[in-house]
């Protein structure tokens, strides 16, 4: 199986994402975004995380207007391994947004460390 992120327990990085829909990049200025990852099996929300507006992908930095930023892993997020579901959550003014959107995830592996 293929997973849109994996890493082994306690490993830190910061991924940078541009987030998009059907009419192009989504504005992020003035904006939250937290990256959700819940437990596969249960939904249960396992983490948190807090994004950075604005962020580098394969070499090209994009800004918050363009929808770029970046979602700063720390060794508290890969503690446990397993199978996770994730989502970004942007929040605006009277604006709540989850990309994917519907019933879609991003999928994230933890693999137990040696």
């Given at each position: 199986?293929?997973?849109?992120?994996?890493?082994?327990?306690?490993d830190v990085d910061t991924?940078?994402?541009v987030?998009?829909?059907?009419?192009?990049?989504?504005?992020?200025?003035?904006?939250?975004?937290?990256?959700?990852?819940?437990d596969?099996q249960?939904g249960?929300?396992?983490?948190e995380?807090?994004?950075?507006?604005?962020?580098?992908?394969n070499?090209?930095?994009?800004?918050?207007?363009q929808?770029?930023?970046?979602?700063?892993f720390?060794?508290?997020?890969?503690?446990t391994?397993?199978?996770?579901?994730s989502?970004f959550?942007?929040?605006g003014?009277?604006?709540?947004?989850?990309?994917?959107?519907?019933?879609?995830?991003?999928?994230?592996?933890?693999?137990?460390?040696?």
């Amino acid at each position: 199986m293929s997973y849109d992120v994996e890493y082994k327990q306690g490993d830190v990085d910061t991924v940078g994402f541009v987030l998009s829909d059907d009419d192009g990049a989504i504005d992020l200025t003035d904006k939250t975004v937290t990256y959700v990852m819940k437990d596969l099996q249960t939904g249960d929300v396992r983490y948190e995380i807090s994004c950075t507006l604005g962020g580098t992908v394969n070499g090209i930095y994009y800004s918050a207007a363009q929808g770029g930023g970046t979602v700063p892993f720390s060794g508290t997020e890969t503690t446990t391994s397993g199978q996770f579901k994730s989502e970004f959550v942007v929040t605006g003014t009277n604006f709540v947004r989850h990309i994917p959107s519907g019933n879609n995830y991003k999928s994230i592996m933890i693999w137990e460390k040696v």
